[in-house]
């Protein structure tokens, strides 16, 4: 699809969804889970409603991935006390840096990758649908339905990202988008639920058509995209059972019985008037503006595929030019023809998955969305609906799933309605035993201990230790490097000018240089990462042959390369030098929302529980362990955030005419745990800085202890 | 409570159980195989494992498994060794006195010719079909044995180990990128003196049990022993052994004083305090071209460090226990190419082992003449994985549940070889 019609749409539905969304009222919900409450025979008295900046840290790191910083804090307490929750809770659902967070949210349901086949441009994708508001059903019709070109087609990365095979796309689809989880059914009958493998298959049909094709040149990759072909590899019986002759096409079925539309629903009444209205808009706004697709893009690939051919065949040197060439024949088809085979099958079943009617669709998106902001799900693991696992409070869930449905499938609506209830609201349970604790939580009347996810645990230490932009004046942190470079002896020049003493043996600095500090990025910078630049990927897409990109060697052949490099440096007479460098070191942060994901293994995010993103129902950890302890107690990230930079405004509260410590410390503690200090706090705090060499040097001891302090990362 | 597939399997048992004796089953396994382990229980078994692993493939011909007098020999002539009769390439002068404590398999029948899936195949025992990743079999151990020490049950070093995956954050491999390098995140920050570094962690303690008043839950807690933990590692006398500084020269010219030579120092060193499993990572085995320099270089690196390592562990008794293993992707073709190098070649590889639990100067399986198949005896690749947790007594069938609460064995199905086993 091209560009223009995808954007536009999106932009508009975002438009829309603004316009006809009802406004934040949870009192309904509330209603509903108190009724149950009392139905199951709840007799604890809940726990308080939380103060106002409880209120507020708690709902910026669930909304916008990190703590609240004093400005937002002043902000919030200056607006009246009867609405400033509402009011901010719009002002930060339309924050840029919601999409962030709940991109993560969904690149983790979704298991979307950085690094798979255009896994970053779908990440870019995901993004710009929740920045704009695109209802969740149409996300996902689209996600289920795609084909064409990876890059070209966003969204064709989610069939490609696990090779577009049949049987692990209908796991994936009936444990993702409906919380079944079905995939049990791809070996045997579901044991204890009812799906039978048969039926499993016959979901898989709907995938059976689509294949994925991968064009080549010379090892790189010019295009990967779906293709839809008559033959199904989605045959009945399986391997194993019966005779081999007997296996047949199994017909496409959808497993699950949509609800009756008989009137007697008025959430869907309600949703077939959003939808209506939205149509009608959509359909003036992109009159006469159709795409026009004609040809596949598979014959436009293969004939161009074959023009390479009858080059390349009188071409001895086949270098760069006949790249070049097969390039911009590639390009040109991307910009012309986004007309792809649709697949009828999966546009099928997506209208089935998405279906208004579909309660298992609903249902599951909305208990996964409750559980990332209550903590406890109604269903639990999260994509578990089956008849042997009981519900916690299913009138609840249903009355949270019609809403999210009426409200045509708006993510921004449903977290709305679940951050206005008292559910979300509550303090936590108090000095109560274990057994009334976890009874008080799971009916809802308290709210459970959670840790931030390590991205909003970066980001908000990033953003409690002014991080965001530098903080210390040019040249208060000059330091000096030892850089290595391995030069090659030339056997005519003359002695490199260095001194002898920083001439040394390959990896071995002499006593005077011991340890030097090298610049280049270590194995050991686990706290830095690549930044995804979400705009410049999604206007890539146009034209979105990304060859350099995805220099597609096998690994033979970088080994080999590997090995011919080494075989040289292994002849050539080299020796190691040591280069002074005189550098600045005023550090400053990037979102880890914005990074590439998931990270390195050994990343700060992976080590605190962002999920590798390859193994369905692989959620995200939150528990303890002590690597991320040794990364948090000695980190750079903590130790940085810790230290007192002279542009930042805690500065003049501790040195110079208008220091004021009382005043450092109660903004230390709103900027870091965003509530001020209790007496004894304020005691503590200023022995811990009257205690070492000066207020600076004390005041990062603080900051360090608050940050590292179970307090700020768990929130409250 | 959740019903899944591991219910299903639990009560396809049991029925088999009401049918008779034979399918009774205790704690979850059957109870032929509880006995087969009590059976060994009482032989030495080993506690820590060293893995060499050789990226690329390394060829079987030139090293292990020598052809004399065939097309297919290559440059290197077979010399004797410590073990009688079992000859190996010349390339391992040093190694071939310590034979008496190694072992070979030379029948080794892989089936995945390509880098990727034959390193997910050799390091985790299962074959890479897609959406459930398995774990590698550092994890593995780590999972299964008691952490001894005060380091990390698992450390991979000169490269990164296989995930441990559904087995958890606590099985994964802390990583040294290269022997000597010292983990920064093992100290105070620059600029922080021990002084004031530990006046830190002593508020933070503080502030942490006060927060802690009246809040239930186990994370709190949890949180708290990672801290502890953390501290207990950061000041512990256990870290002196990845400062290889203090290496006497002599030691490190015995090894050879290459990255090598110091990896298997450090390995060395890390299992004598207590560290289950080491692995040592190394590439440059790929040789589609120039074969024969290439593994003459290797052998010239390899060969002292391992006959050095193998001797000193023998001499202080820690070979008893310590299983030291060397793996790579697969062999390489019997056929020199005209590039004077040889391709991939699964069909048929060899392995080495030595130490804990395992018989030395055995040597497992032969291959037919020229080295292109098995001849005997052939050896499936979960089977080196299978032998390796025997060593350790550890049952590779356990089944552990993955995020989907689908069981799966520790290894895919393999069977101890039960001929090394001591």
């Known amino acids: 699809m091209p560009k223009w019609s995808l954007f536009y749409r999106c932009g508009l539905l975002a438009l829309l969804s603004l316009v006809v969304s009802a406004p934040a009222n949870a009192t309904g919900l509330d209603d509903v889970l108190n009724q149950e409450n009392s139905e199951l025979g709840v007799g604890l008295k809940p726990a308080p409603i939380a103060n106002d900046l409880v209120f507020l840290r708690r709902l910026s790191i669930d909304l916008i991935g990190r703590i609240p910083t004093e400005d937002e804090i002043q902000e919030y307490l200056a607006l009246p006390k009867t609405t400033r929750r509402t009011q901010v809770v719009e002002k930060l659902l339309a924050s840029d840096r919601f999409s962030d967070r709940w991109t993560t949210f969904f690149a983790d349901m979704l298991r979307l990758r950085s690094n798979a086949e255009g896994g970053s441009t779908l990440i870019a994708f995901v993004h710009k649908a929740v920045e704009e508001g695109m209802p969740y059903d149409e996300l996902c019709r689209r996600l289920i339905s795609a084909g064409g070109k990876s890059g070209a087609v966003p969204e064709v990365g989610f069939i490609l990202s696990d090779n577009a095979d049949p049987l692990a796309l209908a796991g994936i689809t009936s444990q993702v988008f409906l919380g079944v989880r079905m995939a049990c059914a791809e070996c045997h009958d579901h044991p204890f639920d009812k799906w039978t493998r048969e039926e499993f298959y016959g979901l898989a049909a709907y995938f059976g058509k689509t294949r994925r094709v991968q064009r080549r040149f010379q090892n790189r990759i010019l295009a990967t995209y779906t293709t839809e072909v008559d033959q199904t590899t989605v045959l009945w019986p399986p391997p194993g059972v019966g005779e081999a002759s007997d296996r047949k096409p199994i017909a496409p079925t959808f497993p699950i019985a949509l609800i009756k539309d008989d009137g007697k629903q008025p959430y869907l009444k309600r949703f077939a008037k959003v939808r209506a209205s939205r149509d009608d808009l959509l359909a003036k706004v992109t009159k006469g503006k159709k795409p026009s697709g004609e040809s596949s893009l598979d014959d436009l690939l293969s004939s161009a595929d074959k023009r390479v051919k009858r080059r390349t065949a009188g071409d001895i040197d086949s270098g760069l030019g006949v790249l070049d060439e097969a390039k911009r024949d590639v390009e040109k088809i991307d910009v012309k023809a986004a007309g792809y085979r649709p697949s009828d099958l999966r546009q099928e079943l997506a209208r089935q998955v998405t279906s208004p009617r579909n309660r298992y669709f609903s249902r599951a998106f909305v208990n996964r969305v409750w559980k990332e902001l209550v903590g406890v799900g109604f269903v639990e693991p999260i994509d578990d609906f089956s008849s042997e696992n009981d519900f916690n409070h299913p009138q609840t869930l249903d009355y949270l799933a019609d809403e999210f449905v009426a409200e045509g499938f708006d993510l921004r609506g449903l977290i709305r309605q679940i951050v206005g209830s008292e559910a979300y609201q509550r303090e936590h349970a108090g000095d109560v035993d274990e057994a009334t604790r976890l009874e008080m939580e799971n009916a809802f009347i308290a709210t459970p201990m959670r840790r931030m996810i390590s991205e909003t645990l970066y980001d908000s230490i990033v953003v409690a230790g002014h991080m965001a932009a530098v903080k210390h004046e040019a040249g208060k942190n000059m330091k000096i490097a030892w850089r290595a470079t391995r030069v090659i002896k030339q056997p005519d020049a003359t002695t490199p000018k260095v001194k002898p003493s920083e001439l040394v043996k390959s990896g071995q600095p002499t006593k005077k240089m011991k340890k030097p500090v090298v610049v280049a990025s270590s194995p050991y910078d686990l706290e830095k990462a690549i930044e995804l630049d979400f705009d410049k990927l999604l206007k890539g897409s146009d034209s979105a042959i990304e060859v350099e990109k995805m220099m597609a060697k096998s690994a033979e052949e970088i080994e080999a390369e590997r090995m011919l490099a080494q075989e040289r440096r292994l002849q050539a007479d080299y020796f190691d030098r040591y280069v002074r460098a005189e550098y600045d070191d005023n550090p400053s942060f990037n979102s880890s929302y914005r990074m590439a994901s998931p990270a390195a293994p050994e990343h700060f995010l992976r080590v605190f529980g962002q999920p590798g993103r390859t193994e369905l129902g692989d959620f995200r950890d939150t528990s303890a362990s002590m690597r991320q302890q040794l990364m948090i107690l000695n980190g750079r990230l903590t130790h940085e955030a810790s230290r007192v930079g002279e542009l930042e405004p805690l500065h003049r509260l501790l040195v110079g005419k208008n220091a004021d410590l009382q005043a450092a410390i109660q903004l230390a503690y709103r900027e870091v745990l965003t509530r001020n200090p209790s007496k004894t706090d304020l005691s503590d705090a200023t022995e811990i800085i009257n205690s070492a060499d000066d207020r600076l040097a004390g005041m990062a001891d603080l900051r360090w202890v608050l940050l590292n302090s179970n307090e700020f990362r768990f929130l409250p | ?422």
């Open chain 2, 1 to 422: 409570m959740t019903k899944s597939c591991t219910d299903y399997r639990v009560t396809r048992r049991a029925m088999l159980g009401a049918t008779g004796a034979a399918g009774a089953t205790l704690l979850g396994m059957p109870v032929q195989q509880l006995l087969a382990y009590a059976g060994t229980a009482g032989a030495q078994k080993a506690e820590h494992v060293i893995l060499f692993w050789n990226g690329g493939g390394m060829t079987h011909l030139d090293t292990w498994d020598p052809k004399p007098g065939r097309p297919t020999q290559g440059e290197f002539e077979p010399i004797d060794t410590s073990a009688p009769g079992v000859q190996i390439s010349e390339i391992f002068p040093q190694l071939a006195k310590q034979m008496h404590h190694c072992s070979l398999i030379r029948s080794i029948a892989g089936t995945q010719g390509a880098h990727g899936p034959a390193t997910y195949n050799l390091q985790t025992s299962y074959v890479d079909a897609g959406i459930l990743v398995h774990p590698g079999i550092g994890s593995v151990v780590a999972h299964q044995l008691e952490r001894k020490g005060d380091l990390p049950s698992y450390i991979s070093i000169s490269g990164r180990a296989r995930r441990a995956t559904y087995l958890g954050q606590k099985c994964e491999a802390y990583y040294v990128p290269a022997p000597g390098q010292q983990d920064p995140y093992l100290s105070f920050p620059e600029g922080i003196a021990k002084v004031r570094g530990d006046r830190r962690l002593e508020v933070l303690a503080r502030y942490n049990s006060r927060f802690a008043k009246g809040k239930g839950g186990a994370q709190l807690k949890n949180t708290q022993t990672a801290i502890d933990e953390a501290i207990g590692l950061m000041r512990s006398p256990a870290l002196k052994a990845f400062d290889l500084d203090t290496v006497p020269t002599t030691t490190l010219n015995r090894y050879g004083d290459t990255t090598f030579g110091r990896g298997a120092i450090l390995a060395k060193r890390l299992v004598e305090t207590g560290v289950r499993f080491v692995q040592i990572n190394r590439g440059g085995f790929d040789t589609h071209g120039n074969n024969f320099p290439a593994l003459r270089a290797h052998g010239e690196v390899m060969d002292p460090a391992l006959a050095s390592l193998i001797e000193d562990l023998a001499e202080t008794g820690m070979l008893k226990k310590t299983l030291v293993l060397m793996l790579s992707e697969f062999g390489r073709t019997p056929r020199v190419n005209m590039n004077a190098g040889r391709d991939h070649w699964a069909s048929c590889f060899s392995c080495f082992m030595a130490g804990g639990g395992i018989k030395g100067g055995t040597v497992v399986g032969s291959s037919d003449k020229d080295g292109y198949q098995p001849n005997d005896r052939p050896v499936a690749v979960p089977d080196i994985h299978a032998t390796l947790c025997n060593a350790m007594g550890i049952d590779p069938d356990t089944e552990v549940l993955t995020p989907l609460q689908r069981p799966m064995k520790l290894v895919d199905n393999g069977k101890p070889v039960g001929e090394l086993l001591a």
